[in-house]
């Protein structure tokens, strides 16, 4: 056998970047954040995101977008690609090209265009990947303050986002054409991520001008993000070269499916987040705050102590994007809104504005004991969406069928002494839910009042009964046969519903029975959600009772 003398182990050499080159941050993880300032995640909310403050609802079932996963996507992605053209005004799906999110989509064009020698011209301040791409390519840099076709003359590509991040601004598509017209040996970059918002799309002039590229994105409008599905619409032989330097299957088979029924039949929150928008500006302009009109899903708040303002707000749980010269808070539900405003002295005051905030019916409450900490947003007039994340899986489950039959939306997150045992969290997060009930409810004037519902679950079967007039009382029988389902104690349940009942100010019965306890604790948070929606339900006449109101 042949002997060979030891090498001294090395690394192989990576090309070089310029020396202006820096890695994308992500946002610190909501458990770094805790604990940093001797916090529990669940107190912590998340205005720095720029996503809807809950995800949308896949319009596909699940396991079928999931039923081919040995097998590679469909390397075209002509469903995609043909949702995507429809979507956008499009004729021809030719002219789409798709990638794992914008992001993706940013560095192909970087790639296709882009190379030592070459100039990337960024109309900043703006989204900073577009510089990261252009650089790992190893091309110049330089940044601008407007669209000029003077300053831009040597430039191989020119990114401009359009509403800007972070500012929100917008420019319209006549000055964006007039610009791509001046350079037709240019390629522009339009990145409409925020488009859905208020912006003016420039997909019209895409026919016209083969040196035009626009990017869109699933992240943003219609709550997606994780799902990394965004694509460019260009003329047909720039969206060519694009595709040929694209990886062969960017996009996985459920992400691609899930992308395509959400682009043929949209289904998304951006009215009710441009109206959270401009309420919040509107609220800090009336502070003293100066604050630029907003076409994106976030406001720009120019600020001189930037940093300073951002880690006293950092150091009450309230998270937002920090600039050099601002702050960038990004909407959530209205009841978090509450309580960022509160915390930068742009809270209501006076009947008339806290008439405002009941009429919003949304009510954001955080609690914290010695053996659980918990955050619950709620929105009654909502979609029935959930995000419930409690670290006991049945009581997500039940909590998330609740809500879906209720129309709320509901935003939780829990922790707690789980290494004992659930009763803790269990009993003090339905108790916070009623807690949220009673707050978005407020004097509960102008509401049915009264709601029942019967739900069958197969062999199991459960009836509600509810009145929000506040006098709380309960009566809740649940027939279980066994101890357990999952994780969850099911004695737990018929207590903490109590406790729910009593928070909110309800009188609530429910009564469920059958032979299989999943199908018993399903039915009766079912059969509460739907009573709940109907007492809910806002009516000309209100509450009415011979004893009055409360």
Known sequence: MMSMDPVTPGAPTPRE??????????????????ARHGLQPAQILRFDGNVPPLPGVPQIPLSESFARLNEYPEGSYRELREAAAAYAGVADPECIVVGAGADDLIAII???????????????PTYPVYRIASLVENASIAEIGTLDAVQCRAAAVVWLCNPNNPTGEK?????????????????LVVDEAYVEYGGDTVVPLVAELPNLVVLRTLSKAFGLAGLRVGYAIAQPQVAAELTARRSPAPITIPSARIGAAALRSPRTDVEETVAERDRIRAALLAAGYDCPESFANFIFVPLAAAAAK???????GLMVRRFPNGIRITPRLPGDNDVLLAALGAGEEGAADRAAAEARRSATVIRTTTETALRISLKLDGKGRARVLTGIGFLDHL?????????????????????????????DVLAALGDAYGQALGARSGVTRYGSAVVPMDEARATAAVDLVKRPHAEIALAFTGDRVGGLALTLLPHALERFTMQAGFTVHIDAAGDDDHHVAEAAFKALGRALKQACEVTSTGVRSTKGEA
């Open 17 to 34: 970047t310029p020396p202006a080159f820096a890695p994308y941050r992500w946002a610190t993880p909501l458990a770094d954040i805790a």
């Open 171 to 187: 420019l319209s598509p006549a000055e964006i054409a007039s610009f791509a017209r001046a350079l037709p040996d240019t390629l």
């Open 310 to 316: 951002a880690d006293e707000l950092e150091a009450r």
């Open 110 to 124: 970087a790639r296709t265009y882009l190379a030592k020698g070459r100039r990337s011209m960024i109309v900043a």
């Open 399 to 427: 909590l998330t069928l609740m809500t879906f039959q209720s129309g709320a939306d509901l935003d939780l997150l829990a922790g707690g002494d789980l290494d004992v045992d659930e009763h803790h969290t269990v009993e």
